[in-house]
Structures are given as structure tokens and as C-alpha cells.
């Protein structure tokens, strides 16, 4: 690694590197301390303990599609096209059950069970696995992908979604495929998933376990979303705003 060399680490050589990363940004910084953490687990397990990995904060998308929008975005893929079902599919598989893109590219036709509707994402992040009822719509159209199209693709792996050559896709296929609908990430429309569900009237420790959270504090993220979204309202539709104030 370009920015950590050398052949024989010590205690006094990673307290140093900290010193030498510490002007840099969180995010750079957890960069250089992975790469730094596999680096010792060859060289110097005992050694792993020392490094102090800086806390990312939580940051929501800034523009999350409203309903309306995620309605007009899903609808958008080709469908007269064998890859325009299966996006058709992975759209609605994001926005049906608030799948994480790698969660999506892992799935296996043995994690859905279309009677109750339900799949079992395994060792998701955190390393925890849990069970996630998706929506009707993606019910619908993943079930016309895997008995319409995916066949014909000459299917090599057990995982839902297939490359046209069969092959499991790559994080990177389910950000482009997403992206060329809308500029969204496959986030997004996780957030949107959640957004939604809680301006509906989801209460927070339900919403939890569907996205996963193992604290409640990632899920109250969401909540000052629509808090927002009611201080706008109030000042956008209260009379008290329409009446002119007596000097």
C-alpha cells in the first residue's frame, strides 16, 4: 500500500500512521485503516487492536423521489425487451422490500418464498440475517422474470438476477441498470422505501427490523425526513401564514 510501508510493523509504526492520516477526511481515512487492518492480519494480528477507526456519519440523499415520481421511474424500463423485465424487476425489488444493492445481487432463488411472500436475506450487514415481506408488484414481476426470462439468459449461478451471459452481476450492474431510469442510486430507493412507509404511518420499531437497523437511531433518521416534510406543510398550508399581522 502506497500511503503504509513496511516490512516489519510495530506498535510505535501504526500509532505513527495515525498521526500522519489524522488531516485527513473520515472517509478517506477508514480507507487507509481497511487497507491497513488487512495488512496486519498477515504481518501482525495482535497489532489490529490499535487502529481507531473514525465513525462516518449518517447522511440522507437530499432528493428522495415522492410516490408520485417512483411511480413514473418504475414504469419507465422496456418491456417488450428481455432486460427491460428483468429492470423492471430489480426496480421493483428495491422499492418493494428496501433491499441494500448487495442484498439484491446476492439473492437466491432459495431466499424467496412467493407463498407468503417473503425473503430471507442472509448475512446482510452486521452479519445478521432476517426476514423481508416485499410488495405485491414485485411479486408480480419478479415472478415474470424468473419464469419468462431468466431462462433465457443460460442461467451459471443460483442468484435471482443474471448477467445476459448468466452470470452473477456485480454491485455495479444493479447501479447502472438503476441509474440509466432515473439518477437514483439503488439506495435511494431504499430511502424512498422507508420514507414512505413512515408517511404512511409505519411506526419506527417496525420499519427497523424491515431495513435491518441494528440501531433505532439509524431508522429515526428517516423520521426527521418527514418532519421536514410536515414544517412545510404547516407553513404552506396553516391560514395563520395567509393573515396579514396588524403593526
Known sequence: M???????????????FHDKIRHLKPR???????KLKQFLKKANPDLVALLIFPKLPVELPKHIPTEMQ???????????TFLGVRDRAILELLYGSGLRRSEVV???LD??????????VNQSKG?????????????LWMKRYIDRVRPCFNPKESTVFVTRSGK???????ERTVKQYAPFSPHTYRHAYATHLLRGGMKETSLQKLLGHSLIATTQLYTQVTIEDLKTNLAKYHPRNRWKTEP
Open 2 to 16: 502506497s500511503y503504509f510501508n513496511m516490512h516489519t510493523p510495530s506498535q510505535a509504526s501504526v500509532l505513527a
Open 28 to 34: 478517506t481515512r477508514l480507507g487507509y485503516l481497511n
Open 168 to 174: 452473477k452481476p456485480g454491485p455495479e450492474l444493479i
Open 111 to 120: 431466499d424467496i418464498d412467493f407463498a407468503s411472500r417473503v425473503l430471507r
Open 127 to 139: 452479519n445478521k440475517d432476517r426476514l423481508v415481506p416485499f410488495s405485491k408488484e414485485a411479486e
Open 106 to 108: 446476492n439473492l437466491t
Open 70 to 80: 417512483t411511480r413514473d421511474i418504475l414504469q419507465k424500463p422496456d418491456l417488450s
